[in-house]
T-cell receptor
Framework: QKEVEQNSGPLSVPEGAIASLNCTYS??????FFWYRQYSGKSPELIMF????GDKEDGRFTAQLNKASQYVSLLIRDSQPSDSATYLC????????????FGGGTRLMVKP | DTAVSQTPKYLVTQMGNDKSIKCEQN?????MYWYKQDSKKFLKIMFS???????INETVPNRFSPKSPDKAHLNLHINSLELGDSAVYFC????????????FGPGTRLTVT
């Protein structure tokens, strides 16, 4: 079992819809959770991070964390074509020397 | 004003050659990383340095040797390049004073022929 799992997609949503990206992780001792966006041919850029159970909102983005279910998600409201990218979930795990472990990413396509 | 820079951006070379990739950050962070991203987009950590000292060395061939002359620089030297080394290599800098956010360089696309 991979430490951090994401559906590779592509996830296709129409413009203006809510895109929901999901991530599960295996280490219960994981402490912090990050969402990165990566455009094709570019480097990952941090969108949000979350440490505590519940929701964290930043503009059109909402991160949701459920440590009991070992599940973290990213919601993108009012999706725009410019949101089309690969979204990488990253988890900081004590078992991995406190370093970030990345999921394989979910490719999001927002269609006009 | 680039926060994390890498050179070169593209590197095309033949099997068996030795090459280096350079990374510099101007964020004042103590911790830097090298990641490899393969064709399937999986981002995998290779090395981590904290204040010029190696703190993580994942299972990578010893043909790969990182070097940190100071805490703003982390270079990657690769000996005897192989076809399987073809990938995008990212350098990253980490803020361990507050949020542990990582900032990535633009990447170096290495192609071994």
């Amino acid at each position: 079992q991979k430490e951090v799992e994401q559906n590779s997609g592509p996830l296709s949503v129409p413009e203006g819809a809510i895109a929901s990206l999901n991530c599960t992780y295996s280490d219960r001792g994981s402490q912090s959770f990050f969402w990165y966006r990566q455009y094709s041919g570019k480097s990952p850029e941090l969108i949000m991070f979350i440490y505590s159970n519940g929701d964290k909102e930043d503009g059109r983005f909402t991160a949701q964390l459920n440590k009991a279910s070992q599940y973290v998600s990213l919601l993108i409201r009012d999706s725009q074509p410019s949101d089309s990218a690969t979204y990488l979930c990253a988890v900081r795990t004590r078992n991995a020397g406190n370093m970030l472990t990345f999921g394989g990413g979910t490719r999001l396509m927002v269609k006009p | 004003d680039t926060a994390v820079s890498q050179t070169p951006k593209y590197l095309v070379t033949q099997m068996g050659n030795d090459k280096s990739i350079k990374c510099e950050q101007n964020l004042g962070h103590d911790t830097m990383y090298w990641y490899k991203q393969d064709s399937k987009k999986f981002l995998k950590i290779m090395f981590s340095y904290n204040n010029k000292e190696l703190i993580i060395n994942e299972t990578v061939p010893n043909r790969f040797s990182p070097k940190s002359p100071d805490k703003a620089h982390l270079n990657l030297h690769i000996n005897s390049l192989e076809l399987g080394d073809s990938a995008v290599y990212f350098c990253a800098s980490e803020d361990r004073t507050r949020t542990y956010e990582q900032y990535f360089g633009p990447g170096t696309r290495l192609t071994v022929t």
